[in-house]
């Protein structure tokens, strides 16, 4: 297995991921992404929206993805690596793909001079809580999400 940065012929691979994550969380009613925004967003557009590393086995196919991108300006003064996407698919799982691909991440952020790494995890997703937990990481108690979508954005402005 090769832990990798995605290029533009891993996007048809990389689609199914998201969209296998979006199953997995149960978004996929939702799930609006197309190659072509990936194409856009991920390989072409300057600058980037979001970067990628995949899991590649020897064949070709990819086992796992993790989506990032960096938050340039933080309270620590350096950019944080922030995971929006993580997901190993079910051959490839309790195999250490999920680690590998979360080294690799904080190879890319120490390489970009990150002071830390961040991600959300759904409070039922236990496997995930225990690869975070057996990787060093913690939750952080002190802050909560909140989201502001739809309507409620169209009313804020009126």
Same mark, same amino acid.
């Given at each position: ?11 048809? @691979? ?20 197309? $190659?072509?925004?990936?194409?856009? @967003?991920?390989?072409?557009? %300057? ?11 020897? %064949? *070709?196919?990819? @086992? ?27 051959? *490839?799982? %309790? ?39 057996? &990787? ?5 108690? @002190?802050?909560? $999400?909140?989201? &502001? ?7 804020? &402005?009126?």
């Amino acid at each position: 297995m090769t832990i990798r940065k995605a290029e533009e012929k891993d996007i048809p @691979q990389l689609l199914n991921l998201m969209k296998g994550l979006a199953r997995f969380e149960k978004y996929v009613d939702s799930f609006r992404v197309e $190659e072509r925004h990936l194409l856009e @967003q991920g390989f072409r557009k %300057d600058p980037l929206d979001f970067f990628a590393l995949v899991a590649e086995e020897g %064949d *070709g196919s990819l @086992q796992g993805m993790l989506v990032y991108y960096f938050v340039p300006f933080t309270s620590q003064g350096k950019p944080t690596l922030y995971i929006k996407e993580l997901f190993v698919g079910e051959p *490839g799982r %309790d195999s250490g793909v999920g680690t590998a691909l979360m080294k690799a991440a904080a190879t890319t952020a120490l390489d970009h001079g990150c002071g830390d790494m961040r991600w959300l995890v759904a409070d039922w997703n236990k496997d995930g809580i225990r690869l975070y937990q057996r &990787i060093g990481a913690k939750a952080n108690p @002190q802050w909560l $999400e909140f989201l &502001i979508e739809g309507e409620a954005m169209r009313k804020l &402005i009126d």
